[in-house]
């Protein structure tokens, strides 16, 4: 007589979760004859809802010649380099975004929120609407798992190779 015993392990799988909270904006414009910072901030409507928005008035349109540097830093005794520092033609990446994977998945945590998601040129001013802190953080666990830690997430906005505006956003992932 053969007994047959299983074993059956059973794991339970849990996600470990992590939440992205926003901590300080700086946004400077370099040129206020070119561009103006209309307002600039964080907004904590609720413990669960924080978002961020910014408008800048362009004062010399159109703009059909864009370029903008992305850094990703993260805080060790100062905001060292941590995974991305690009610079790219904006107008070239918004006609085919599929060519620029870094600046796609940069760009994707506030182009839902904007009403940057065309093609140059730009003959508005730029808007990003409610940028929520819920979709840094599905981008920072989700799509691309960071380690904890104090980022910042540093940008510089040219315009016919001009620096023109700097925009700084700075956060941590707990």
């Not at 864009?66 to 107008?91: E, Q, S, V, W």
């Not at 918004?94 to 870094?102: A, E, G, S």
């Not at 001009?162 to 707990?174: K, S």
């Amino acid at each position: 007589f053969a007994e047959r015993v299983e074993t059956i392990l059973i794991f339970e799988y849990s996600k470990i979760s992590a939440d992205f909270e926003f901590t300080n904006v700086k946004c400077l414009s370099l040129h206020e004859s070119f561009c103006s910072i209309e307002y600039c901030f964080l907004k904590s409507v609720s413990r669960n809802y924080k978002y961020g928005s910014l408008k800048v008035n362009l004062h010399k349109v159109p703009i059909d010649k864009m370029t903008i540097n992305l850094a990703i830093t993260k805080r060790l005794n100062g905001y060292k380099p941590f995974l991305y520092n690009i610079t790219f033609d904006a107008c070239k990446y918004l006609k085919n975004p599929q060519k620029y994977p870094v600046a796609r998945f940069i760009l994707g945590l506030f182009i839902p929120f904007s009403n940057m998601n065309h093609t140059c040129p730009y003959d508005h001013d730029l808007i990003v609407d409610k940028a929520p802190a819920s979709h840094m953080d599905h981008h920072m666990t989700d799509t691309l798992p960071f380690p904890r830690g104090d980022y910042g997430f540093f940008s510089i906005w040219y315009a016919l190779g001009i620096p023109r505006a700097t925009v700084n956003v700075f956060g941590t992932l707990t």
